[in-house]
T-cell receptor
């Protein structure tokens, strides 16, 4: 069965600090997809990144970076020089390959609080 | 184009009443998903549609919950005889093949 674990319930940092959000997943499939979503206080879920199981290259997008390591079944998310606007709940999710329409299974989320 | 649209945005109902929640997916998206998010909790999968059929309805909590999709577009989630534990935000999402999920803003259901 597929499972996503986000062990950090809440993280508090001061602006400009770097912060890493952990995500550990479980799956029996060799083909799968990993996602990160952001849910700001307004409530809408915003897609951040998708990574397939065959691509272990790390990715950087501005202040955001993602570290995918199949050896440890982890897909961690780092925000560099955090800002108050980064305050949100961040969800990691897993979708097994299947038909390409498989459901996403979400972790319980990590609430990030960035204070000025 | 327009995003995923859900209605109503808020619904307050009395325990025991039936409710219907509506989702209009992004035009052309084949797959449609329903999730539930209880206060301070993660996203709980309920059901997904591929076209008008539901290959996976494993997340529906009980037989009081049902969903349908017509014309490969609009979907309705129905909760019969609502209970207080049904109070949550019900989120709808749609996607194309192997693409990310695009979520609506949700329907906040409060059962009093």
């Amino acid at each position: 069965a597929q499972k996503v674990t986000q062990a950090q319930t809440e993280i508090s940092v001061v602006e400009k600090e770097d912060v890493t959000l952990d995500c550990v997943y479980e799956t029996r499939d060799t083909t799968y997809y990993l996602f990160w979503y952001k849910q700001p206080p307004s409530g809408e879920l915003v897609f951040l990144i998708r990574r397939n199981s065959f691509d272990e290259q790390n990715e950087i997008s501005g202040r955001y970076s993602w570290n995918f390591q199949k050896s440890t079944s982890s897909f961690n998310f780092t925000i560099t020089a955090s800002q108050v606007v980064d305050s949100a709940v961040y969800f990691c999710a897993l979708s097994e390959g299947g038909t390409g329409f498989q459901k996403l299974v979400f972790g319980t989320g990590t609430r990030l609080l960035v204070s000025p | 184009g327009a995003g995923v649209s859900q209605s109503p945005s808020n619904k307050v109902t009395e325990k025991g009443k039936d409710v219907e929640l509506r989702c209009d997916p992004i035009s052309g998206h084949t797959a449609l998903y329903w999730y539930r998010q209880s206060l301070g909790q993660g996203l709980e999968f309920l059901i997904y549609f591929q076209g008008n059929s539901a290959p996976d309805k494993s997340g529906l909590p009980s037989d009081r919950f049902s969903a349908e999709r017509t014309g490969g577009s609009v979907s309705t989630l129905t909760i019969q005889r609502t209970q207080q534990e049904d109070s949550a935000v019900y989120l709808c999402a749609s996607r194309e093949y192997n693409s990310p999920l695009h979520f609506g803003n949700g329907t906040r259901l409060t059962v009093t």
